[in-house]
Protein backbone atom coordinates (compact mmCIF):
# COMPACT_ATOMS: atom_id res chain seq x y z
CA UNK A 1 0.00 0.00 0.00
CA UNK A 2 1.07 3.16 -0.33
CA UNK A 3 3.41 4.83 2.25
CA UNK A 4 3.68 8.55 3.69
CA UNK A 5 6.59 9.07 6.18
CA UNK A 6 7.28 12.08 8.43
CA UNK A 7 10.53 13.28 9.27
CA UNK A 8 12.10 13.61 12.04
CA UNK A 9 9.69 11.47 14.15
CA UNK A 10 10.64 13.67 17.34
CA UNK A 11 12.07 17.05 17.93
CA UNK A 12 13.24 18.92 20.83
CA UNK A 13 14.17 22.26 20.58
CA UNK A 14 14.78 25.69 22.50
CA UNK A 15 11.83 28.54 22.33
CA UNK A 16 11.88 30.72 19.73
CA UNK A 17 13.73 28.44 17.41
CA UNK A 18 12.28 27.21 14.33
CA UNK A 19 11.61 23.57 13.43
CA UNK A 20 10.85 21.87 9.78
CA UNK A 21 8.89 19.12 9.71
CA UNK A 22 8.77 17.19 6.75
CA UNK A 23 5.88 14.97 5.04
CA UNK A 24 6.70 12.42 2.03
CA UNK A 25 4.40 10.17 -0.13
CA UNK A 26 7.10 7.36 -0.86
CA UNK A 27 5.14 5.39 -4.06
CA UNK A 28 2.77 8.09 -4.95
CA UNK A 29 2.32 11.18 -6.18
CA UNK A 30 0.09 13.76 -3.72
CA UNK A 31 -1.52 16.49 -5.36
CA UNK A 32 -2.88 17.16 -2.27
CA UNK A 33 -1.76 17.10 1.48
CA UNK A 34 -3.09 17.84 4.83
CA UNK A 35 -1.35 18.79 8.29
CA UNK A 36 -3.22 18.00 11.46
CA UNK A 37 -1.92 19.14 14.94
CA UNK A 38 -3.36 16.39 18.03
CA UNK A 39 -2.85 17.34 21.74
CA UNK A 40 -2.13 14.58 24.47
CA UNK A 41 -5.53 12.29 24.56
CA UNK A 42 -7.26 14.65 22.00
CA UNK A 43 -8.53 14.29 18.35
CA UNK A 44 -6.62 15.14 15.43
CA UNK A 45 -7.57 18.67 14.25
CA UNK A 46 -6.97 19.92 11.03
CA UNK A 47 -4.41 23.01 10.44
CA UNK A 48 -4.05 23.40 6.74
CA UNK A 49 -4.51 22.05 3.58
CA UNK A 50 -1.00 22.33 1.15
CA UNK A 51 -1.93 21.93 -2.55
CA UNK A 52 1.34 21.72 -4.93
CA UNK A 53 2.37 24.40 -6.95
CA UNK A 54 0.14 27.08 -4.55
CA UNK A 55 -0.78 28.59 -1.10
CA UNK A 56 -1.75 26.44 1.60
CA UNK A 57 -5.46 26.93 2.74
CA UNK A 58 -5.41 27.22 6.73
CA UNK A 59 -8.41 26.29 9.12
CA UNK A 60 -9.81 28.98 11.22
CA UNK A 61 -7.19 29.99 14.22
CA UNK A 62 -4.55 28.56 12.38
CA UNK A 63 -2.21 31.57 12.20
CA UNK A 64 -0.19 30.71 8.64
CA UNK A 65 2.68 33.24 9.33
CA UNK A 66 3.88 30.86 12.27
CA UNK A 67 3.04 27.71 10.88
CA UNK A 68 4.60 27.75 7.14
CA UNK A 69 3.32 25.44 4.59
CA UNK A 70 5.38 24.51 1.68
CA UNK A 71 4.21 22.16 -1.05
CA UNK A 72 6.80 22.38 -3.61
CA UNK A 73 7.01 18.84 -5.82
CA UNK A 74 3.93 15.99 -5.84
CA UNK A 75 5.62 14.27 -3.21
CA UNK A 76 7.01 16.32 -0.59
CA UNK A 77 5.37 18.98 1.83
CA UNK A 78 7.16 21.10 4.89
CA UNK A 79 5.69 22.27 7.73
CA UNK A 80 7.87 25.14 9.61
CA UNK A 81 7.01 26.02 12.66
CA UNK A 82 8.45 29.43 13.24
CA UNK A 83 9.57 30.71 16.71
CA UNK A 84 8.48 27.99 18.68
CA UNK A 85 6.92 28.50 22.27
CA UNK A 86 6.28 25.73 24.85
CA UNK A 87 2.35 25.90 23.68
CA UNK A 88 3.53 24.33 20.14
CA UNK A 89 4.67 21.35 21.34
CA UNK A 90 1.95 18.62 19.98
CA UNK A 91 2.41 15.84 17.64
CA UNK A 92 1.83 16.62 13.84
CA UNK A 93 0.25 14.05 11.54
CA UNK A 94 0.42 14.60 7.84
CA UNK A 95 -1.72 12.97 5.22
CA UNK A 96 -1.63 12.61 1.30
CA UNK A 97 -4.30 12.20 -0.91
CA UNK A 98 -3.40 10.29 -4.42
CA UNK A 99 -3.43 12.66 -7.12
CA UNK A 100 -5.92 11.12 -9.50
CA UNK A 101 -7.74 8.93 -7.32
CA UNK A 102 -11.35 9.64 -5.02
CA UNK A 103 -11.00 11.89 -2.52
CA UNK A 104 -11.02 9.21 0.44
CA UNK A 105 -7.81 7.92 -0.64
CA UNK A 106 -6.10 9.60 1.94
CA UNK A 107 -2.56 7.93 3.66
CA UNK A 108 -1.53 9.26 6.61
CA UNK A 109 1.88 9.82 8.12
CA UNK A 110 2.99 8.46 11.78
CA UNK A 111 3.32 12.21 13.28
CA UNK A 112 6.16 14.25 14.96
CA UNK A 113 6.22 14.62 18.51
CA UNK A 114 7.34 18.27 19.42
CA UNK A 115 8.76 19.50 22.42
CA UNK A 116 9.51 23.41 22.76
CA UNK A 117 11.50 23.52 26.11
CA UNK B 1 -19.95 23.12 11.52
CA UNK B 2 -19.28 19.54 12.24
CA UNK B 3 -18.74 17.79 15.41
CA UNK B 4 -17.74 14.26 16.13
CA UNK B 5 -18.64 12.96 19.24
CA UNK B 6 -17.42 9.12 20.64
CA UNK B 7 -18.81 7.36 23.58
CA UNK B 8 -17.09 5.94 25.86
CA UNK B 9 -13.98 8.17 25.76
CA UNK B 10 -12.23 5.25 27.48
CA UNK B 11 -12.91 1.57 27.98
CA UNK B 12 -11.31 -1.33 29.73
CA UNK B 13 -12.45 -4.84 29.10
CA UNK B 14 -10.95 -8.74 29.63
CA UNK B 15 -10.20 -10.81 26.39
CA UNK B 16 -13.00 -12.67 24.94
CA UNK B 17 -15.50 -9.55 25.13
CA UNK B 18 -17.54 -8.06 22.27
CA UNK B 19 -18.01 -4.59 22.12
CA UNK B 20 -19.15 -1.55 20.65
CA UNK B 21 -17.86 1.59 20.32
CA UNK B 22 -19.98 4.96 19.13
CA UNK B 23 -19.58 7.64 16.89
CA UNK B 24 -22.52 10.17 16.46
CA UNK B 25 -22.14 13.47 13.90
CA UNK B 26 -24.49 16.12 14.03
CA UNK B 27 -24.06 17.06 10.21
CA UNK B 28 -25.79 14.23 8.43
CA UNK B 29 -25.08 15.52 5.13
CA UNK B 30 -21.43 13.09 4.81
CA UNK B 31 -19.70 11.97 1.88
CA UNK B 32 -18.32 9.09 4.35
CA UNK B 33 -17.51 7.94 7.52
CA UNK B 34 -14.53 6.33 8.32
CA UNK B 35 -12.82 4.54 11.55
CA UNK B 36 -9.37 4.56 12.63
CA UNK B 37 -7.02 3.14 14.56
CA UNK B 38 -4.04 4.93 16.37
CA UNK B 39 -1.57 3.01 18.34
CA UNK B 40 0.63 4.97 21.22
CA UNK B 41 2.90 7.99 19.19
CA UNK B 42 1.86 6.65 16.24
CA UNK B 43 0.11 7.33 12.99
CA UNK B 44 -3.36 6.16 11.53
CA UNK B 45 -4.10 2.96 10.35
CA UNK B 46 -7.24 3.21 8.22
CA UNK B 47 -9.56 0.25 9.44
CA UNK B 48 -13.04 0.30 7.43
CA UNK B 49 -14.68 3.23 5.66
CA UNK B 50 -18.41 3.23 4.79
CA UNK B 51 -20.29 5.37 1.94
CA UNK B 52 -22.92 7.27 2.76
CA UNK B 53 -25.23 5.42 0.70
CA UNK B 54 -23.94 2.18 2.95
CA UNK B 55 -25.27 0.83 5.80
CA UNK B 56 -22.42 -1.00 6.87
CA UNK B 57 -18.73 -2.37 6.05
CA UNK B 58 -17.24 -5.75 7.97
CA UNK B 59 -13.62 -6.42 7.89
CA UNK B 60 -12.37 -9.77 9.77
CA UNK B 61 -13.72 -9.32 13.42
CA UNK B 62 -14.77 -5.27 12.87
CA UNK B 63 -17.94 -4.49 11.58
CA UNK B 64 -19.03 -0.98 11.39
CA UNK B 65 -22.33 0.24 10.99
CA UNK B 66 -23.78 3.79 9.57
CA UNK B 67 -27.29 5.43 10.15
CA UNK B 68 -26.74 8.78 8.21
CA UNK B 69 -30.13 9.77 8.98
CA UNK B 70 -29.90 9.47 12.59
CA UNK B 71 -26.25 10.68 12.54
CA UNK B 72 -24.86 7.80 14.26
CA UNK B 73 -21.96 4.89 13.48
CA UNK B 74 -20.90 2.38 16.00
CA UNK B 75 -17.68 -0.41 15.58
CA UNK B 76 -18.44 -3.33 16.65
CA UNK B 77 -15.35 -5.85 17.60
CA UNK B 78 -15.74 -9.25 18.35
CA UNK B 79 -14.18 -11.69 20.37
CA UNK B 80 -11.26 -9.05 21.59
CA UNK B 81 -8.10 -9.18 22.12
CA UNK B 82 -5.14 -8.01 23.73
CA UNK B 83 -3.90 -6.66 20.53
CA UNK B 84 -6.83 -4.75 19.66
CA UNK B 85 -5.81 -2.09 22.46
CA UNK B 86 -5.54 1.46 20.73
CA UNK B 87 -7.58 4.45 20.04
CA UNK B 88 -10.07 4.17 17.87
CA UNK B 89 -11.21 7.33 15.84
CA UNK B 90 -14.39 7.77 13.71
CA UNK B 91 -14.01 10.67 10.86
CA UNK B 92 -16.91 11.93 8.85
CA UNK B 93 -15.86 13.53 5.64
CA UNK B 94 -18.14 16.55 4.41
CA UNK B 95 -20.39 16.20 1.41
CA UNK B 96 -17.97 17.94 -0.34
CA UNK B 97 -15.55 15.13 0.04
CA UNK B 98 -12.72 17.02 0.78
CA UNK B 99 -12.24 17.56 4.78
CA UNK B 100 -12.26 15.04 7.14
CA UNK B 101 -13.63 15.93 10.98
CA UNK B 102 -12.44 13.64 13.70
CA UNK B 103 -14.01 12.65 17.24
CA UNK B 104 -12.50 12.65 20.20
CA UNK B 105 -11.64 8.98 19.77
CA UNK B 106 -12.32 5.96 22.59
CA UNK B 107 -9.05 4.64 23.99
CA UNK B 108 -9.63 0.60 24.30
CA UNK B 109 -7.88 -1.31 26.44
CA UNK B 110 -8.11 -5.38 26.60
CA UNK B 111 -6.82 -6.86 29.14
CA UNK B 112 -4.98 -10.41 29.11
Known amino acids: GAVVSQHPSRVICKSGTSVKIECRSL??????MFWYRQFPKKSLMLMAT?????????EQGVEKDKFLINHASLTLSTLTVTSAHPEDSSFYIC?????????????FGPGTRLTVL | KQEVTQIPAALSVPEGENLVLNCSFT??????LQWFRQDPGKGLTSLLL?????REQTSGRLNASLDKSSGRSTLYIAASQPGDSATYLC???????????FGGGTRLMVKP
Open chain 1, 95 to 107: SARESGTSVNTQY
Open chain 1, 27 to 32: DFQATT
Open chain 1, 50 to 58: SNEGSKATY
Open chain 2, 27 to 32: DSAIYN
Open chain 2, 50 to 54: IQSSQ
Open chain 2, 91 to 101: AVWNNAGNMLT
